[in-house]
């Protein structure tokens, strides 16, 4: 494997996650194995991670780009899109934030349940391992796709153990990513492990597309999801209100008579 991100070849595995964490995730040998090359596993020349290369090999793959990551600023996708990153992602920050169309939306200055920007307004959003952090994840999946353009596409990559369902973190024990223990404070706080439904809230927040992308295996997943507004889709909210239910019964009703 190259580095999607400098085309170097040569990578080494450091282990990052400690025993408090797995306790609290209650993660087997192989999940601790697998998260430790997700979060751990970097190239020597760049020092990107598995989880920032699988990143770019998404955003790379999408757009059928040629080259490494450190090449795109100088392609359309640098030049002409209009790219949101919210929260640095990994080592794509340094990148990212050379694009001519870039803005960078940062915590706690920008909340991403709730973004200050209007409607569809960019074509790319990128953020990595912030969702999990994020009380109401479904909703800023929301604020993302209302800020997308129609065919825009948000990646981003969230910690998923594979063989279990996503399970909530509220009344359980404080846990935290980052440095792993609480002095750091609740911004590392993770109010989500996900788990193999993570796709569920996804297309709940709106989206109809949804693309994942390995580098080999399942250590380290990137998801796209792109906005496409298209009449023919169930509108969700329509379906979901009582009231309109009501009126859809007796539209058949009388249809039928
Ligand atoms: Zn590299």
Partial sequence: ?????CSNDKFEQSIVIKQRLIDEWELNPEEVDYINKQQGLYCTKCLSNLRSMTLAHSILQYFSLKGNFQQINYSILGREKKILEINEAGNLHSILNQFENYSFAEYPEIDIQKLPYKNETYDILVH???LEHIKDSKQALKECFRVLKNDGVLFYTIPIITNRLTKRRDGLSKSFHGSQNEEQGDDYLVWT????NFWVEII??????????????TSSLSISAKKVVNKNYLPITFLSNRFQLKRIRKYIRKKIK
């Fill in 1 to 5: 494997m190259n580095c999607p991100i």
């Fill in 128 to 130: 990595s391992d912030t």
């Fill in 193 to 196: 492990e996900y788990g193999a």
């Fill in 204 to 217: 709940d927040a709106g989206f109809t597309e949804i693309t994942l992308y390995t580098l080999g295996d």
